[in-house]
């Protein structure tokens, strides 16, 4: 997956995880990224919603296990949103 | 199920009832109890309120995973406007005694933000805490309120004062201190340099009261430009806070030639197996004309003595109230007492080092649960 989104995404985790862009791929989660604790993840689900002007849901937010599963959650809410 | 965040209804009594059975039978702490009744017994919502509680619960299903409250009020900003905040307390969720819902900590506390955008946290039991630390990672602003205490019976206060009687060196030396009076010498000789070192105060007049009078609006607005950010202290909020009704509170006023200076409210904090058996009274709330905070801090020690409190404590953020208590003979210890405002609050309180000095954020701006007064 390398969508612009997707690449969207992996900057955005990879300034808040403080992990190299090039170590994030699509399979990375909290299992594989260390600094990838519940704070971050809140913190990931609010800086999304910041950069793409959308809300996410309680249950979107449980959904949000890898990169790759965010980019595309990102990528239907924009295109619900359009 | 995915977690649903709701207001807390009748209806979800019974579910809460088990979350809290189930966070007794995990070994929680006791204090540790999500309110029982759906509606607020302190601040209640109405549709004339401009200061009340909410509930809110994180549900799975038919189970409650957590809870909140949130305070709403009316607060005075840095540019002088004033504008609703809201005060997010009393967080209970199941990720405390079970992993498997670590979780529901972040899904309330962005429900609420969602709620309340200028949002702030205030007590939170010191930064070792996990929501102060919660709060740090998400790059909210923070500072510790200080903690002032006064010893009225030294004997008593080292006899009784738990925390620091952690060892049987410790404990022999303060039975020592106490039996002998020299603790009671060294105090009073602490307090006489003190009292020398400190600017003096002016004569002034104090009268407990039953309420307060329509005057406080005037102080209220007298006083406000010497604040940066403060909950608002009209009439209005004083007598919903403490009403002539409520025994647990003493309502003072300040005056000097007929004019009010200030005011305060004093009460009983519920004992704490720290303070052992000693009486220990708080100054709970204070507003003043800017320079006349030391003639209500005064005032305020002097009644809490005269009821016979073996000890004083109070929390105050602003300058020139923390100068007060120093000059009265308060000494101040480390605070666990946090405030700490959220991003959107921050932008409102830029730059926040300066904020913090001239804000005032008391007791009386926490939870309004006896045993944090």
Redesign the interface.
């Known amino acids: 997956m390398t969508s612009p989104i997707f690449e969207q995404v992996r900057t955005i985790a990879s300034d808040l995880f403080t992990v190299p862009t090039d170590r994030i791929t699509g399979d990375s989660s909290a299992e594989t990224i260390e600094t990838w604790d519940s704070i971050q993840h809140l913190n990931l689900v609010l800086a999304l919603e910041e950069k793409f002007g959308f809300q996410l849901s309680t249950d979107e937010i449980e959904q949000m296990q890898t990169i790759g599963q965010i980019a595309a959650l990102v990528e239907r809410k924009l295109q619900t949103a359009s | 199920m995915?977690?649903?965040?709701q207001p807390y209804r009748v209806e979800h009594e019974p579910a809460v009832a088990a979350f809290n059975r189930r966070l007794a039978a995990a070994g929680a702490d006791d204090n540790l109890v999500f309110f029982t009744r759906s509606t607020p017994r302190w601040l209640p919502k109405t549709e004339e309120s401009a200061v009340y509680n909410e509930f809110f619960v994180a549900l799975d299903g038919e189970m409650v995973r957590g809870g909140y409250a949130l305070k709403t009020q009316n607060f005075l900003l840095p540019d002088g406007s004033t504008r609703s905040i809201g005060y997010y307390h009393h967080v209970l969720s199941e990720g405390i005694v079970n992993k498997a819902h670590?979780?529901t900590?972040?899904?309330l506390?962005?429900?609420a933000?969602?709620r309340s955008p200028l949002l702030y946290c205030l007590g939170m039991g010191g930064y070792d805490n996990p929501l102060p630390?919660?709060l740090i990672?998400?790059?909210w602003s923070h500072c510790p309120v200080p903690f002032y205490f006064r010893i009225v019976h030294p004997s008593r206060f080292l006899r009784e004062m738990q925390t620091l009687r952690t060892s049987s060196a410790r404990r022999l030396l303060m039975n020592l201190a106490a039996a002998t009076g020299s603790g009671w010498a060294a105090w009073k000789t602490y307090q006489a340099i003190r009292s020398l070192k400190s600017p003096r105060i002016a004569p002034s007049t104090m009268q407990v009261v039953g309420g307060f009078g329509d005057d406080v609006d005037t102080l209220w607005l007298q006083a406000r430009s010497a604040y940066s950010f403060t909950a608002v202290r009209d009439a209005y909020t004083l007598r919903l806070f403490y009403p002539a009704t409520d025994p647990h509170f003493t309502r003072l006023t300040v005056n000097r030639g007929g004019n009010l200076l200030g005011w305060a409210v004093v009460g009983e904090r519920r004992k704490d197996a720290k303070y052992g058996s000693m009486r220990v009274g708080s100054i709970l709330d204070c507003w003043a004309l800017p320079g006349e905070e030391p003639a209500v801090v005064r005032s305020a020690t002097e009644v809490l003595e005269q009821q016979g409190f073996d000890l004083i404590l109070s929390n105050q953020s602003h300058q020139f109230w923390r100068r007060a208590f120093e000059n009265s003979g308060y000494l101040s210890a480390e605070s666990n007492f946090i405030f700490a405002a959220s991003k959107n609050l921050s932008k409102l309180l830029n730059p926040f080092d300066e904020t913090k000095l001239r804000m005032h954020f008391t007791r009386a701006d926490g939870d309004g649960l006896p045993r944090n007064f």
């Open positions: 995915p977690i649903t965040i670590a979780a900590g972040g899904l506390l962005r429900d933000m969602l630390k919660m990672g998400l790059g």
